[in-house]
T-cell receptor, first 113, second 114 residues
C-alpha cells in the first residue's frame, strides 16, 4: 500500500490549460504539503494544510489553488498554465506524533508545452 | 525566517571514499534537523533526523550526522560510500514550535564512481 499517492505521475499539457493534481495519504497524518522541484532539483514549499486548514502559503501565483476536502487529501489546481510551471510537484504529509518526518509521494512531472 | 545552505552542489567520489556533506542553517529558535535522500527517479525519503539529545545521530545505510549548535551546522557523513549511494541529498530544517514549516537546502548531488 502506497502511503502517499499522487496522480497523475506525468502530465503533459499546453500553455493556458487548467489542470489538477491529486494527493492522498493513508498514514493518518494531519498535515499535508505541496512542493515544487525545479530542473535544478531545488525543492520549494508551496502550501501546507493542517486538518484541512491552510497554514502555509508561500509566494505562489494565485493561479495555484490548493484544496483539502479532508485531512487525507490535498489537491492542487493550476489555472492558465505557463511554461515556467514545468517542474516536478511533490505531495508530502507529516504529523507531530510521527516526529514531523515528511513522507513524500512519487511526484508528478508536469510539462507545459 | 529560516534558511538552509548546502555548499557542495555536486560531489564526485570513488567507492570506499569517505563522505562529508555540509549543511548550515539560520534560525533564531529551536530547530529540528533532517537529511533526506532522493535516489534517481524516486521520491525523497528520510535518511536521519535530529530533534534533541545526542548531537550525533545515526541513520539508515551507515549515514550519520552531527549537530553543532554553535556552528549552526548539521553535516552528513559516511565513512565509506558505495555506488548505490549515488543520489541527491537534501538538508532540511523545521522550527520546532508553531507551524510545521520545513525549509529544504538546495541539495547536493553525490555521484559515486565504481
Amino acid at each position: 500500500d502506497t502511503a502517499v499517492s499522487q496522480t497523475p505521475k506525468y502530465l503533459v499539457t499546453q500553455m493556458g490549460n487548467d489542470k489538477s493534481i491529486k494527493c492522498e495519504q493513508n498514514l493518518g497524518h494531519d498535515t499535508m504539503y505541496w512542493y515544487k522541484q525545479d530542473s535544478k532539483k531545488f525543492l520549494k514549499i508551496m502550501f501546507s494544510y493542517n486538518n484541512k486548514e491552510l497554514i502555509i502559503n508561500e509566494t505562489v501565483p494565485n493561479r495555484f489553488s490548493p484544496k483539502s476536502p479532508d485531512k487525507a487529501h490535498l489537491n492542487l489546481h493550476i489555472n492558465s498554465l505557463e511554461l515556467g510551471d514545468s517542474a516536478v510537484y511533490f505531495c508530502a504529509s507529516s504529523s507531530r506524533q510521527g516526529g514531523d518526518i515528511q513522507y513524500f509521494g512519487a511526484g508528478t512531472r508536469l510539462s507545459v508545452l | 525566517a529560516q534558511s538552509v545552505s548546502q555548499h557542495n552542489h555536486h560531489v564526485i567520489l570513488s567507492e570506499a571514499a569517505s563522505l562529508e556533506l555540509g549543511c548550515n542553517y539560520s534560525y533564531g529558535g529551536t530547530v529540528n534537523l533532517f537529511w533526506y535522500v532522493q535516489y534517481p527517479g524516486q521520491h525523497l525519503q528520510l535518511l536521519l533526523k535530529y530533534f534533541s539529545g545526542d548531537p550525533l545521530v545515526k541513520g539508515i545505510k551507515g549515514f550519520e550526522a552531527e549537530f553543532i549548535k554553535s556552528k549552526f551546522s548539521f553535516n552528513l557523513r559516511k565513512p565509506s560510500v558505495q555506488w548505490s549511494d549515488t543520489a541527491e541529498y537534501f538538508c532540511a530544517v523545521m522550527n520546532s514550535g508553531g507551524y510545521q514549516k520545513v525549509t529544504f537546502g538546495t541539495g547536493t548531488k553525490l555521484q559515486v564512481i565504481p
